[in-house]
């Protein structure tokens, strides 16, 4: 009897041990983040803390590698196979009908607060004063408008009638050249992603670059969350509609953004005249709602 009972309290005392250890496996793999593949250019560099933030807010650990560069053709068939898992780039036809078919997964937030919309033009120094007299967009037609190959910017120039060239090395200033030779005229870019990184970025080479003071070109043009398909992302796209709507509504969204992107001054759009172009794809109304708060309005002309 005594013997029965001792064995009976070392198979408890084992079967306890066995169901810790299972225990501490659990809440061990469970803490363990999990591996993402993500875009990372530098001047994405705002997305990727505004993403982190989100999936913090949602409770979410997640490491992230990153993806390789590429056009937009390949960026589109990394995130639908699965081999990117969230790319941070503007909201094109092709990407809008890849989520209606179900290929791939939109979070409308404007990463860019709408101000990717507002292009400033890039172009030499020597040439600063070329759009001087530039009213309108039939004043435009005179210029050539310069877009990486691939941009759907290009079909936006191309509806209004407006003369473009495709430019397959651009990220480091190289236009600068096209430029000289007569090829380019100018270079247009979002205003916050000029201010806050490329400008200074293609100086650091070409030192002949700089910003057109006369006109911005303005469409309705947004940076939104895009999220691979596959299972093994459903996790992370969940995680990233709670935690955005979270950062949202405590004002974390507009802290960060402040703090990692220059928010243009009055007088950016003041002094300056504001050519509107048709966008044939989509409005303002492709930003939810609920986030419609977030874009900038730029001030009016006194």
């Not at 939104?224 to 405590?250: H, T």
Request: glycine share 4%; hydrophobic share 45%; net charge negative.
């Amino acid at each position: 009897m005594l013997r029965r009972s001792l064995s009976q309290r070392q198979e408890a005392t084992r079967l306890a041990a066995l169901l810790l250890l299972a225990a501490l496996l659990t809440f061990r793999l469970s803490a363990v983040a999990a591996t993402y593949v993500m875009q990372n250019e530098a001047h994405l560099a705002h997305t990727r803390v505004l993403i982190r933030t989100a999936l913090a807010a949602a409770g979410l650990q997640a490491d992230f590698v990153d993806a390789p560069k590429g056009n937009e053709r390949r960026n589109v068939h990394m995130i639908t196979h699965g081999y990117t898992h969230i790319d941070m780039m503007p909201a094109t036809p092709a990407r809008l009908n890849l989520v209606h078919a179900g290929k791939l997964r939109m979070i409308p937030i404007p990463l860019d607060r709408g101000l990717l919309g507002y292009r400033l033009n890039v172009l030499l120094d020597s040439e600063r004063d070329k759009l001087a007299h530039v009213q309108s967009v039939e004043d435009l037609r005179a210029f050539s408008v310069g877009q990486h190959a691939g941009w759907m910017d290009l079909d936006i120039y191309h509806a209004a009638g407006i003369p473009t060239k495709e430019i397959k090395q651009w990220y480091d200033g190289e236009f600068a050249l096209q430029m000289q030779a007569g090829f380019l005229d100018v270079f247009p870019l979002g205003v916050a992603e000029t201010l806050t990184y490329f400008l200074p970025h293609f100086q650091l080479s070409y030192p002949q670059l700089t910003v057109d003071p006369h006109v911005l070109l303005h469409y309705p043009w947004f940076r939104f969350v895009w999220v691979s398909p596959m299972p093994e992302a459903d996790e992370l796209y969940a995680a990233l509609q709670r935690g955005f709507d979270r950062i949202v509504a405590d004002g974390s969204f507009l802290r960060i953004w402040a703090e990692h992107c220059k928010t243009p001054s009055p007088e950016m759009f003041r002094e300056r005249r504001i050519i509107e172009l048709d966008n044939p794809f989509y409005g303002y109304e492709l930003v939810p709602e609920h986030y419609q708060h977030l874009l900038y309005y730029r001030p009016e002309a006194s």
